[in-house]
């Protein structure tokens, strides 16, 4: 089932980096300033782990802020997020379900690691984050996204349903990705025959 809305975000957010490509670099880096000066202000107001791992850090440059690996991240997860409502024993429940809803809690995108390095992780994204994401990523194809104009498109992605490759193809199901192959499994005559592009 193809989610209309979040098409439509993906549509928009595409068309606002296309506005912002020829910014000049005092517009870029006031825009970057911006937004880190508003996403460190709501890791501070709403993440009890950021308000510690960050006292007395508020204003210091990115390159002077303690690195945060992702055995601590997991560690703290529950202190770390800014959504009270989210708790890492909800989501690891939520990725065994196999009758899951689209969203976690109705609003976030999954993505987890392997933990190929020892340490497998969970992220969240937001609806809005995610359709961001994947502007982005459409943003580097040579074909333009469409909401309505069906294309053929190959795509290789993870075995793994909440790897980010698989779950960017499963959020683009509008017959963009006609055709997903799982990695490892890879087959060109396969991939030519669906005639991307």
Not at 28 to 39: D, G, P, T, V, Y
Not at 58 to 76: F, G, I, S
Not at 185 to 195: F, K, P, Q, W
Request: aromatic content about 8%.
């Amino acid at each position: 089932m193809v989610d209309i809305t979040f098409m439509r975000d993906v549509i928009v957010k595409q068309r606002q980096f296309k506005s912002q490509e020829h910014w000049n670099r005092k517009l870029l880096a006031e825009h970057q300033q911006r937004m880190i000066h508003s996403l460190r202000g709501h890791a501070n107001a709403h993440s009890p782990f950021y308000q510690q791992f960050h006292s007395g850090l508020a204003d210091a440059p990115l390159d002077q802020l303690p690195v945060l690996t992702k055995a601590l991240m997991m560690e703290q997860f529950d202190r770390l997020v800014t959504d009270k409502t989210v708790r890492l024993e909800d989501i690891k429940r939520y990725m065994e379900n196999q009758g899951r809803s689209r969203y976690f809690l109705g609003r976030y995108v999954i993505n987890a690691t392997s933990g190929s390095s020892g340490h497998p992780a969970v992220v969240l994204w937001s609806r809005g984050e995610w359709a961001a994401t994947m502007a982005a990523a459409f943003a580097r194809t040579p074909m333009p996204f469409s909401l309505f104009q069906k294309r053929k498109m190959a795509q290789i992605t993870s075995t793994t349903a909440f790897h980010m490759s698989a779950q960017g193809g499963n959020s683009v199901r509008n017959g963009e990705a006609s055709e997903r192959l799982a990695a490892g499994r890879v087959d060109c005559l396969r991939i030519n025959g669906t005639h991307p592009g």
